[in-house]
């Protein structure tokens, strides 16, 4: 058995306005070439500017990873030639990017498997990203609109051992970016993307030959692709060969990565300071906003949420999967408790209301639970339906019924309730009505009740006396109290 060693290099795109070094505007998608000046157009003489939003951004994400920052940090430039990168250099940092030695705590249940680890932080630093190369049939067109944004890259040590830790390692990463509102971690639009490399040796035997694999863009891609090559590296050595130490991709067409290009030595970048900007040495103002940004981190929040209101791990996690979803959570549950009701009781059932129906709504809309805060349904209209709920006051099916006519007429559910005479039915009298009625509808029903009863079939006097009380329901719309309705029923079978 061989041992095997992961490392990633992730890059993130920063949400900043503008680019890194000029007042470009940074953004997806916009016509080729128009988000363009003579500073990311790598034209002579300019002179960039460090985008200061982008080094707090930066550090932001630096001290979510335990890294730390260094009292001088500077830029480097690093020379190498590419059509997509028009100054035949790209500005980034090498000797003392702003994150340092850092570490994070790997957790999760992946592959079947319950992960826990740490892996180590070597570094994070920001450079500029190159333009776009889009190659059609004889001709490559050039989008020089990203050449110049802000991109930030994460590079861990080789800690991870499996496909399934590095994709493992890229969720819990792109859910941290998400939480710090630096980045959107959309992979497919590339704002999030990876490279891993990957060695196995005996074990003691220390690293071996390296492979890298170069832009994967999901991290199903990232695991596949890792735990490919593990598997390609293990046949090599069995039959006596050699790992070459190459570069490949992923070809996700057929699952295999293949070779891209031969590395024996490490490409000579020839690294030297950037003269243009200045060395930065973050004062303490700076280092304050940088702390003032940051948030509880999702791994934290949600294992806190999952004790503080006694939540099952899995509800725990899949509230904390968009930041947007646990605070509106919690927000919640504070203005349920401001009515008198037990949290923790209550907890489990506004979060599988967030979860189920609303989370339903949302994606029915194209938005994910992070589109949560633009649903015209708030914490508040929330906590006021499950006030009428734990009362009493209306059944479970009418509540979901005034949650979709809350949304629907942007009121709050108690209005919609008291106006259409939702409340629950609880007077016997009436509720008699209604089981007369089913009694002359379901006549058959109430007879085979009645046989299975007197022949001991409990199960089936079950089954049936359940199917009467639903018709109880729909002659009250919805609203008779299912415990006088089920009393009834009962009585009149047992009769
Ligand atoms: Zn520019």
Redesign the pocket.
Same mark, same amino acid.
């Given at each position: 058995m061989y041992q095997s060693f992961i490392g990633l290099e992730i890059h993130i795109h920063l949400l900043t306005r503008t680019?890194v070094f /000029? @007042? /470009?505007r940074s953004a997806f998608g916009d016509e080729p070439n128009t988000? %363009? /000046?003579p %500073?990311?157009?790598g034209y002579p003489g300019v002179l960039p500017s460090l985008n200061i939003e982008a080094m707090r951004m930066g550090c932001m994400v630096a001290r979510a990873l335990n890294c730390r920052i260094p009292e001088k940090t500077w830029f480097e430039r690093k020379q190498y030639f590419y059509p997509d990168m028009p100054k035949n250099y790209q500005i980034s940092q090498f000797a003392s990017p702003l994150g340092q030695e850092g570490w994070v705590e790997l957790e999760g249940k992946t592959g079947g498997r319950n992960i826990k680890k740490q892996v180590r932080i070597k570094e994070c630093h920001l450079e500029e990203d190159a333009g776009k190369m889009i190659h059609t049939g004889a001709v490559s067109l050039l989008d020089y609109n990203r050449a @110049?944004v802000s991109l930030l890259e994460i590079v861990t040590q080789p800690d991870m051992e499996t496909g399934e830790e590095a994709e493992l390692f890229i969720q819990q990463l792109r859910r941290v970016v998400r939480y710090l509102g630096v980045c959107d971690g959309n992979m497919e639009e590339g704002s999030l993307r990876a490279d891993a490399n990957v060695s196995i040796n005996l074990p003691g035997r220390g690293l071996g030959k390296k492979v890298e694999i170069k832009n994967l863009n999901s991290s199903r891609f990232v695991r596949l692709a890792l735990n490919h090559e593990i598997k390609r590296q293990g046949e090599l050595l069995d039959a006596g060969k050699t790992v070459i130490q190459e570069t490949r991709l992923w070809n996700e067409n057929r699952d295999q990565t293949e070779p891209m290009r031969q590395k024996e030595n490490a490409q000579d970048y020839r690294y030297f300071p950037e003269p243009d900007i200045p060395v930065f040495c973050p004062d303490e103002e700076f280092l304050k906003s940088v702390e003032r940004s940051l948030v509880e981190l999702p791994l934290p929040r949600s294992r806190r949420i999952e004790n503080d209101y006694d939540l099952s791990r899995e509800q725990a996690e899949l509230v904390c999967e968009e930041k947007e979803g646990a605070d509106y959570f919690e927000e919640a549950l504070r203005l349920t408790a401001a009515q008198g009701l037990d949290p923790k009781a209550v907890a489990g059932k506004i979060a599988n209301r967030i979860l189920q129906d609303i989370k339903h709504i949302l994606n029915k809309e194209g938005l994910g639970l992070a589109g949560i805060a633009s649903l015209n349904f708030s914490p508040a209209r929330l906590a006021s339906l499950t006030g009428l709920e734990e009362s009493g006051l209306v059944s479970v099916k009418i509540a979901k019924r005034t949650l979709e006519a809350s949304i629907a007429e942007d009121r709050d559910p108690a209005d919609i309730v008291r106006d259409r005479g939702w409340e629950i039915l609880s007077d016997p009298v009436k509720i008699a009505e209604a089981v007369k009625t089913v009694e002359t509808l379901e006549g058959k029903a109430l007879e085979e009740a009645r046989e299975a009863a007197a022949g001991g079939n409990g199960k089936r006097r079950g089954t049936l006396a359940a199917f009467l009380v639903g018709k109880v329901l729909e002659q009250t719309g919805g609203r008779a109290d299912p415990g006088i309705a089920g009393a009834q029923i009962a009585a009149l079978i047992d009769s």
């Open positions: 680019k /000029c @007042g /470009c988000n %363009v /000046c %500073v990311c157009m @110049g």
